[in-house]
């Protein structure tokens, strides 16, 4: 996804997903679509931002620590979760972060 995240006024939570990949899809990209479908439908999901290169980064953005808990416990993504241990991922790191403020700029 390119387009930044239109998040409401904090405070809300940010869980920051960094990852190294290994070589190969292995049905990766199918999987990834079909959790974007997924978590767009989730209650408390407020959008997300990602970016790969050699290190993936994505940026997950929620109202509370309970809606974050019930994506991390919906049956598709533990599925995906297990095939990221045994297959998709070297290694990854999860970070969750309670947003206190923001600040931007958008050029017209």
């Known amino acids: 996804m390119s387009n930044i995240a239109k998040t409401p006024s904090p405070p809300?939570?940010?869980v920051i997903f960094t990852s190294k990949r290994k070589e190969g899809d292995f049905?990766?990209?199918?999987?990834s679509k079909k959790m974007v479908e997924s978590v767009l439908k989730q209650d408390g999901?407020?959008?997300f931002e990602?970016?790969?290169d050699e290190v993936?980064?994505?940026v997950s953005y929620w109202r509370d620590m309970e809606s974050i808990k019930r994506w991390k416990d919906?049956?598709?993504h533990q599925?995906?979760?297990e095939l990221g241990k045994s297959i998709w991922y070297k290694r990854y790191r999860i970070r969750v972060a309670k947003v206190e403020?923001?600040?931007g700029f958008e050029a017209k």
Do not use: D, P, V
């Open 45 to 47: 999901f407020l959008g």
């Open 101 to 103: 403020k923001e600040y």
């Open 56 to 58: 993936g980064i994505t």
């Open 74 to 76: 919906e049956m598709e």
């Open 27 to 31: 049905g990766y990209e199918q999987m």
């Open 12 to 14: 809300y939570y940010a």
């Open 79 to 81: 599925k995906a979760q």
């Open 50 to 52: 990602s970016a790969r």
